[in-house]
């Protein structure tokens, strides 16, 4: 079923490139040309201002390289997502744990908790000694179990899930899908902090999110609605129906029947038929939680203010009954044995529905007639309609707005003009929620082009760290110590709690703490203070050496911040060369003393990560030294400019 | 914005008075003790610790006459009875006992500056860490979807400017929920950290500082210009004074953890006065499903933790203490019956710990009913019979003279829980 799904996305995908290019190359259809130069741009201006907001920032001479190939067909490239990515997969070779799906995450990597109780009962610890946790032998032992069954730390699997994520959208070719990546994660937010959603977050940003950015709004929403990872999150995994007479079951029964149900999972002869009766039965009594239902409503599609009542939420919340996760995992093999045995064909005449890691249990089901908006859902409308009410959903048109806005204020600015989200919404509307579509509506409107779009916004830290990556042409050996920066700078990536995700606007990243961090950010990776993470100055100007200190200043900030004003810039950092004696003692300075730093904060991380390099071992003498042979002034000089507030906009 | 411009003002009107020359002695003697602003007028100051986890409370404050508590909990319970082999607790009232790790509080308690609420919790009756917490921090428990954060909104409430960037602050290594929001906060998790930093080289540090300064000073980004104002600001007057070598006052010694560490440091703004009137801080650990102990163990480890630090700092801050109110708070409790791991599940109410000078002190609050079965919520939990916002509000609105319910916790029209003394 799961391999049905992606061949249908892959159709969807490629149909609507193919429609997508008729569309741009159609004369008459519509502008093939952006409406840069009615806003007083120049072609060069025009492809740095692009990517400044469907990249994590210009490489170097990336403008050169998009003024050539075109910059209509540069953004066509890139909102197919196809280009190849070669080097990046290189760098991503030794990291295994990404490509696992969620039933050999649940094998392979199990929560603490379930370690210990497996550990128990397979009799490797004795229950009493918990007693001891955290002494050594206790520990000794955990890790000799672990070891013997394969099983890995769960850090180990958010370790490389947040290195890969840190890589890709440092080096990635197609930059404008990591772009949409990030924004609809963080619209479909889940967050690692939910103990239960945690380890499924990395195949829900792999298949659920990445596949779809491009594609119809409805196809994301579904994909979502019936992950693990979101079912966990905000709860629908365990809510079920509300008929009175489910109501009245008590718990008594439900743990009985549970009971019962282990035994025959256990009895191998009467296995099929009395799974299915046990399953139907099973677990009527937790009730409804309206969770999702809301958050769907409120975050996902129609918006606060998008019209829907508390009443509207329960009803939504009865449609979605039954959703919840296929059983996977040690905990879960069992049952999972049993459906394999009892076959998918029987399982779907009793109106099951699986797909991948979704399950639609028609027992925990509401079968009441609902309304929801106005519409009415006849009774017995099992799985297919969740699906209606999503689509109905998906296309109402406090949707449209609600997307457009959010997508405005993603590539425009926080403020977006009301005519520019209008034209979004109406192509949202009319191309059937068609995210590519919408963007080139978008980039196609002269508001996208006009000077209160231009570096009008606020990079995220991780904006700030990837584009400063980008820019200097880094070498990231240690990605996990850029995480601990942008966690620093204010934004702990895959750990916001709240399921509105990170805000997106300035205000929220610029304060105080976070600035002065984004400030030491820049000194510390230009001076290689951060382990792992190679800059090399000369190189991004082609070994040049400036003839000047001055002549280094204008080339650089030419070089980092491309077809930008950089006047007050150099003028304000002028001084910081002019004295030469200056010059002579800060470097004197940094030399003497460059064998004291501090090469990390976290030694678990940095021993993971040194492992995977272990070739490339970045010992202290080494940075030490590569610190005095570079230009400290040079590189006290771009230190500034990336911590400027230039810098921080895009 | 406009308590973002109200500091520059108020810095530069500081600045003028000191050029002018004779200015008040007050202000000289503040500038000789490593004060960093003139105290024009002393402010109120709330810290909140927030105890992640959940915090047993009917083991901080047991009522130990309870006999279906002593039967739930039959490896956990302690008495207050003394001779037996280990500390017993500390008998508050007949009713109530102080767990014996937390001995620091009882002179706090019998001065009657220390109250305690029980059956505290959320109406939202939800178990899960994640949401009560979210629920408690955004003041909201039934409305996910609130961007902003009670304390965050509290301080919109103040009615005055901030007088500087310090005026709410986070030590703690990310923002805290209960401080999202429009207001202005500071979130560090080490002061020593907020300054502009290249290791190993002041020279070249303070360049840099200056060239950002004049940088962040000529954008056309009003949020970047403000911002960096007051970043700028912040660092220079936490430089007039030595953080690193801060020595705590009154021979006050701080456990050495994360909670107190932050409250060391809330206590140097303090006494700095750089105007704070809202700290924050966090204690974790409290989530005891396995063996939690009973006088030694996991709970009384943190309990100690938790009530030692908060006398430090009581002590510490000395001719403050009429300014302060300190407020701890925690998701939920943990169940009454004790779970076949030596610990306690996820429960409904708990109890939580407020110390000041204005505070109603010296009597446990609320209303907890015997435990017994049908008194208990799902026929588990200790039953939350205190609206948390009844005691948030009543602090605040008191303490920091704010009066706007319906703004602080919108949707709540309840009465205030009598803790503090009008």
Same mark, same amino acid.
């Given at each position: ?78 909102? *197919? ?42 009799? !490797? ?324 082009? *006009? ?85 090399? +100055? ?18 650089? *900030? ?11 810039? !150099? ?51 080494? +940075? ?19 911590? *400027? ?6 | ?6 500091? %520059? ?27 960093? %602003?003139? =105290? $024009? ?10 105890? @992640? ?14 006999? $279906? ?18 500390? =017993? ?48 921090? &955004? ?13 965050? @909104? ?10 500087? =960037? ?7 290594? /990310? ?12 979130? %560090? ?32 980004? /009003? ?6 104002? #007051? /970043? ?24 050495? /953890?994360?909670?107190?560490? &932050? ?18 801080? #966090? ?89 017994? %079965? ?49």
């Amino acid at each position: 079923m799961k391999s049905t799904v992606k061949i249908i996305f892959t159709i969807l995908i490629v149909s609507s490139g193919i429609f997508l290019s008729s569309y741009i190359n159609q004369p008459g259809v519509r502008t093939i040309s952006f409406p840069y130069k009615q806003a007083g741009l120049t072609e060069k201006q025009a492809a740095a201002h692009l990517l400044s907001r469907f990249t994590y920032g210009a490489t170097s001479r990336q403008v050169d390289e998009v003024v050539s190939i075109g910059l209509e067909k540069w953004l066509q490239q890139q909102l *197919s997502g196809k280009l190849n990515d070669d080097a990046l997969n290189q760098r991503l070779i030794n990291y295994d744990a990404i490509h696992l799906s969620n039933t050999e995450v649940s094998n392979t990597y199990p929560k603490g908790g379930q370690l210990i109780k497996m550990a128990i009962k397979e009799g !490797i610890i004795n229950k009493d000694s918990i007693a001891v946790a955290g002494k050594k032998e206790y520990k000794d032992q955990i890790a000799a179990y672990m070891r013997k069954n394969g099983y890995k730390p769960q850090q180990e699997l958010f370790r490389q899930f947040i290195n890969q994520k840190i890589l890709r959208a440092s080096y990635t070719n197609n930059q404008t899908q990591e772009i949409l990546t990030d924004f609809w994660f963080n619209h479909f937010n889940v967050s690692i902090t939910k103990n239960q959603c945690a380890e499924f977050i990395p195949a829900y940003e792999r298949d659920v999110i990445r596949p779809n950015v491009f594609g119809k709004f409805s196809d994301l929403l579904i994909a979502t609605a019936k992950s693990p990872a979101m079912l966990y999150y905000l709860d629908n995994f365990s809510s079920s129906g509300t008929n009175t007479n489910l109501e009245n079951n008590n718990k008594k029964r439900n743990s009985q029947l549970d009971g019962r149900m282990q035994a025959a999972m256990k009895d191998s002869t009467s296995q099929k038929a009395q799974f299915i009766k046990k399953l139907q039965q099973a677990k009527k009594t937790q009730g409804l939680n309206e969770n999702y239902a809301r958050e769907v409503m409120e975050l996902h599609t129609l918006g606060v203010d998008g019209g829907y009542t508390q009443e509207d939420v329960t009803e939504a919340a009865k449609v979605l009954t039954g959703w919840t996760v296929y059983p996977m995992g040690d905990n879960g093999s069992t049952l999972q044995n049993i459906i394999e045995k009892a076959g998918e064909g029987t399982l779907e005449k009793r109106g099951f529905v699986h797909d991948g890691d979704f399950l639609f249990v028609p027992s925990r089901h509401n079968n009441q007639e609902k309304i929801v908006l106005g519409k009415k859902f006849p009774a017995n409308g099992g799985y297919q309609e969740g699906v209606d009410l999503l689509n109905m959903l998906a296309h109402h048109a406090s949707t449209a707005k609600f997307i457009c806005t959010k997508l405005a204020i993603r590539f425009v600015n926080d403020h977006p003009s009301q005519s520019l989200i209008d034209k979004m919404a109406k192509t949202f509307t009319d191309q059937d929620g068609d995210i590519k579509q919408v963007l080139l509506t978008m980039v196609n409107a002269p508001e996208f082009w *006009s000077k209160e779009s231009l570096r009008e916004k606020t990079k995220s830290p991780f904006e700030l760290a990837i584009s400063t990556v980008r820019s200097l042409g880094a070498d990231v050996k240690q990605p996990y110590q850029l995480y601990n920066w942008i966690t620093k700078m204010g934004q702990k990536l895959y750990y916001y709690q709240a399921p509105t995700g990170f805000p997106d606007k300035g205000q929220y990243w610029i304060n105080t703490g976070s600035l002065l961090n984004r400030m030491n950010f820049g000194l510390a990776i230009t001076s290689q203070q951060i382990s792992g993470i190679k800059v090399n +100055l000369a190189a991004i100007n082609n070994n040049h050496e400036p003839e000047s200190a001055e002549a280094a200043l204008i080339t650089y *900030s030419k070089l980092i911040m491309p077809e930008r004003n950089i006047d007050e810039t !150099i003028k304000r950092l002028t001084p910081m060369l002019n004295d030469p004696e200056l010059v002579r003692k800060v470097d004197a300075a940094a030399g003497k003393q460059s064998q004291t730093m501090d090469v990390t904060n976290n030694e678990d991380i940095m021993i993971a990560d040194e492992m995977q390099d272990q070739k490339e071992k970045i010992s202290k003498t080494a +940075l030490a030294k590569s610190v005095t042979d570079n230009n400290t002034m040079l590189a006290r000089v771009v230190g500034v400019i990336i911590g *400027s507030p230039e810098f921080q906009r895009k | 914005m406009t308590s973002r411009r109200g500091f %520059i003002k108020a810095g530069g009107l500081a600045l003028f008075g000191i050029s002018l020359g004779g200015f008040p002695t007050f202000l000289a003697r503040a500038a000789e003790s490593n004060k960093i %602003i003139s =105290p $024009y007028k002393r402010n109120k100051i709330l810290v909140c610790i927030f105890q @992640r986890g959940a915090m047993d409370g009917l083991m901080a404050v047991t009522p130990f006459t309870d006999n $279906y508590l002593k039967a739930a909990r039959p490896t956990l319970f302690m008495s207050a009875a003394k001779g037996g082999n280990t500390n =017993p607790l500390i008998d508050l009232d007949g009713q109530f006992g102080l767990h014996p790790s937390m001995k620091a509080f009882e002179s706090m308690f019998l001065e009657k500056r220390l109250a305690i609420v029980h059956g505290i919790g959320s109406p939202n009756n939800t178990r899960s860490h994640f949401d009560a917490q979210d629920y408690m921090e &955004s003041g909201t428990p039934f409305n996910k979807g609130t961007s902003s954060g009670w304390l965050n @909104r509290a301080v919109g409430l103040l009615g005055h400017e901030a007088a500087t =960037p310090f005026q709410a602050v986070s030590l703690t290594s /990310s923002m805290p929920r209960s401080f999202y929001g429009d207001n202005a906060t500071v979130t %560090i998790n080490n002061l020593q950290d907020f300054a502009i930093q290249m290791k190993g080289n002041q020279m070249g540090a303070n360049i840099a500082a200056k060239s950002f300064e004049d940088l962040y000073d000529q954008t056309s980004s /009003s949020l970047l210009k403000e911002t960096g104002k #007051e /970043s700028f600001e912040a660092v220079k007057m936490l430089q007039k004074t030595d953080t690193r070598n801060y020595k705590p006052a009154n021979n006050a010694i701080y456990p050495n /953890s994360q909670l107190g560490n &932050s409250l060391k440091q809330i206590a140097q703004l303090i006494k700095m006065d750089v105007g704070l009137e809202v700290g924050f801080a #966090e204690s974790g650990g409290w989530d005891t499903h396995v063996n939690q102990g009973t006088a030694n163990g996991v709970f009384a480890r943190n309990a100690a933790d938790l009530s030692n630090n908060m006398m430090a700092f009581w002590t510490d801050i000395g001719s403050y203490q009429d300014d302060v109110t300190v407020m701890t708070m925690t998701e939920f409790g943990r169940t009454v019956k004790q779970n076949g791991t030596g610990g306690t599940d996820h429960g409904r109410a708990s109890c939580n710990f407020i110390l000041g000078n204005d505070v109603k002190g010296g009597i446990v609050h609320g209303n907890i009913k015997p435990l017994a %079965i049908e008194n208990l919520e799902d026929g588990r939990d200790l039953a939350v019979t205190t609206d948390f916002r009844s005691v948030f509000s009543e602090v605040a609105n008191k303490h920091l003279k704010i009066n706007n319910n319906p703004i602080l916790f919108p949707d709540w029209k309840g009465n205030a829980m009598g803790v503090m003394r009008s």
